[in-house]
């Protein structure tokens, strides 16, 4: 009797100890989908914020290479500083074949810097002192932070798409494209620049232009 009295108590205590394993396991195997979640978002952020600056630093390059390579194409060691391409040349080019972005309509003036001689030949605006010197400080800046380089490697830029003006290309050079952002005059400017090196890596003449930040990323990113 003892026995048939107690077994109703050892059957309802083996179901409630089931139950309590059952919800144990509900929850681990829940915590495990939830940190398994966890990481597949957290992946999938991580490999999107580097698709979006990937395609922000191929779209900025793209506009500096479309805008600026005819002239630098054109960059001769042994050719005077009178014989180079000038920055009214520089700004008449990339009207054609920058015109698909609408980022450059903002650019106070084109420059030409030619590191023989140390000499900033400027087109457009006329830049103020300060601005001058912040040109001449960033260019110099730029320069000793990179090593001299006499070995040409692929440049990648533009696009699959239809447009033949920014379509994919692969540039052989050993020359330094570069955006370079600054508050000057009250205001947030950029710079955007080559410079062109000879075959041993020494640079002989940068090619660029100064506006306004906002104007001209905001158009390449948005497209």
């Known amino acids: 009797m003892r026995y048939r009295a107690r077994l109703p108590v050892v059957l309802l205590s083996l179901a409630l100890l089931l139950a309590a394993v059952l919800a144990y396991k509900a929850q681990a195997a829940a915590r495990s989908h939830r940190a398994t979640a966890e990481r597949a978002l957290h992946d999938y952020a991580e490999f999107a914020t580097w698709a979006y600056a990937e395609h922000a630093q191929r779209s900025l390059l793209t506009v500096l290479i479309s805008s600026m390579v005819r002239a630098v194409v054109r960059v001769d060691p042994d050719l005077p500083p009178s014989a180079l391409p000038t920055p009214d040349s520089l700004a008449a080019w990339s009207a054609v074949t920058s015109n698909w972005c609408d980022c450059l309509d903002q650019v106070r003036f084109w420059f030409r810097y030619d590191w023989r001689d140390g000499s900033l030949v400027t087109h457009g605006q006329t830049p103020s002192r300060e601005m001058e010197r912040w040109v001449r400080d960033t260019m110099l800046v730029h320069s000793r932070s990179l090593e001299a380089s006499a070995e040409l490697r692929p440049l990648t830029y533009g696009s699959a798409g239809r447009d033949p003006l ?36 020494k640079p002989l003449v940068t090619y660029g232009f100064e506006t306004e930040a906002a104007s001209f990323v905001e158009p390449v990113l948005r497209d």
């Open 166 to 201: 920014r379509r994919l290309g692969i540039l052989l050079t050993n020359d330094s494209w570069a955006t370079v952002f600054g508050r000057q005059e009250g205001r947030d400017r950029m710079l955007g620049f080559v410079i062109s090196r000879d075959l041993e890596g």
